[in-house]
């Protein structure tokens, strides 16, 4: 027979919290890890050929969606969707979310000139035609379904987890900590080759998850974090797209 303190310790909501927060972290590992492994297969030529690129994008795309996707469902099937926020997207968001942009994109730009001498916003040099399908499939993967699922993986559930497990006080946490993991996860799966390129990369993946991440914490909705970060990859597709 189940003593009681044992029940209640099974019932804790901070218990099941912090469970769903390892759940969280162990899917971002595993993302990572898989995503590794497809880059690193792809170099070595074990999916060769310029007519499996399209199948070389999509394969490295699965191996991060799929881990973030089934720890998004491990914790909304245990929680509800309320832990989501609210999707509704107010006129006040879509001026913050430009705004978070144009910040992120500026500062994003200063550190490129700063190590380069280029913004590197311009359009990527190509051999011949470009290949229209790639292209397509590379920039609906970057524009929509990445943001849409990291910012309902990071901001919509993990930093909403970790603000109910901290004090009123030093719930801003929440929001470092989350920008931390964001900008560290797009250091390893980045392409920088370089340790300014890496640098660069995490600090511009910092503020905008330090910014987007301060907007979800104040409005409590994840609409407009969204918002921002399709706007902050559309520029930068818009912008490298071959002409």
């Known amino acids: 027979m189940t003593s009681e303190p044992e029940a209640t310790a099974a019932t804790d909501p901070s218990s099941a919290r912090q469970r769903d927060l390892v759940a969280l972290l162990i899917a971002l590992v595993v993302a990572v890890v898989l995503a590794r492994i497809v880059s690193s297969l792809t170099l070595r030529g074990a999916v060769p050929g310029p007519v499996l690129q399209v199948l070389q994008v999509l394969l490295g795309n699965v191996a991060v969606w799929v881990p973030l996707v089934f720890g998004i469902i491990w914790v909304v099937r245990r929680t509800g969707r309320d832990l989501f926020g609210r999707f509704r997207i107010e006129l006040g968001d879509l001026v913050f979310a430009l705004g978070i942009v144009i910040l992120t994109r500026v500062f994003d730009a200063v550190l490129a000139l700063s190590f380069t001498g280029t913004t590197g916003l311009q359009p990527a040099p190509t051999l011949g035609t470009p290949d229209i399908g790639l292209l397509l499939v590379s920039g609906v993967g970057i524009v929509l379904v990445s943001p849409v699922l990291e910012e309902l993986f990071f901001r919509g559930l993990f930093q909403r987890l970790l603000a109910a497990e901290l004090t009123p006080r030093t ?10 993991l964001f900008a ?6 980045g392409s920088a080759t370089t340790t300014l390129g890496g640098f660069q990369v995490f600090s511009t993946t910092f503020v905008l998850g330090l910014l987007t991440g301060t907007l979800v914490a104040i409005t409590n ?6 918002v921002a970060h399709v ?3 559309a ?3 818009v912008a490298t797209w071959p002409r």
């Open 231 to 233: 706007l902050f990859n």
């Open 184 to 189: 560290l996860a797009h250091l390893f799966l």
């Open 235 to 237: 520029v930068a597709v």
């Open 171 to 180: 719930r801003w946490l929440a929001v470092l900590v989350t920008a931390f």
């Open 221 to 226: 909705r994840v609409g407009g974090a969204i």
